[in-house]
């Protein structure tokens, strides 16, 4: 988690919303790092868990990222959810919980339905407080 939230850091410092994210492989080694890009790029789907999926099957040179862990400092969003689904990554890690628009348990809760084929192992509010404080502190310097 503190290697995502350094890349959350480097988002905020672009303009970004400070989200990181980062795949881990089944050893725990790294794949792929990432953060929000989606005001630089114009691409509405470039989210730090989406960014760091797609590295992550580069790395290992096909989709399935079977034995992976995604690890993210916001609570994953319908699409990116869903991403970490088709993927077929092992586990989700994220740290701040997002009520307006989370995924994995707040809003909705697309890993763990039922209908799905696949069923990620969701391990939530890891370092929360320094996940939620990064966003709080961004936005807070945005209104003033």
């Not at 492989?25 to 792929?32: F, R």
């Not at 809760?109 to 929360?128: I, T, W």
């Amino acid at each position: 988690m503190r290697l995502a939230l350094e890349q959350a850091a480097l988002a905020g410092a672009r303009g970004e919303v400070p989200v990181g994210a980062v795949v881990l492989g089944p050893s725990g080694e790294v794949l792929a790092v990432a953060g929000n890009d989606r005001e630089a790029g114009g691409d509405p789907t470039a989210h730090a868990e989406v960014l760091a999926l797609r590295a992550a099957a580069r790395e290992r040179g096909e989709w399935r990222l079977s034995g992976c862990t995604l690890v993210v400092t916001l609570e994953p969003c319908t699409m990116c959810a869903g991403a970490a689904v088709l993927a077929r990554v092992d586990r989700i890690v994220y740290g701040a919980a997002d009520d307006k628009a989370g995924a994995v348990g707040s809003l909705w809760d697309v890993v763990r339905d039922r209908r799905l084929n696949h069923r990620p192992e969701v391990v939530l509010g890891v370092l929360a407080a320094e996940c939620a404080a990064v966003l709080h502190d961004f936005f807070a310097d945005r209104r003033q």
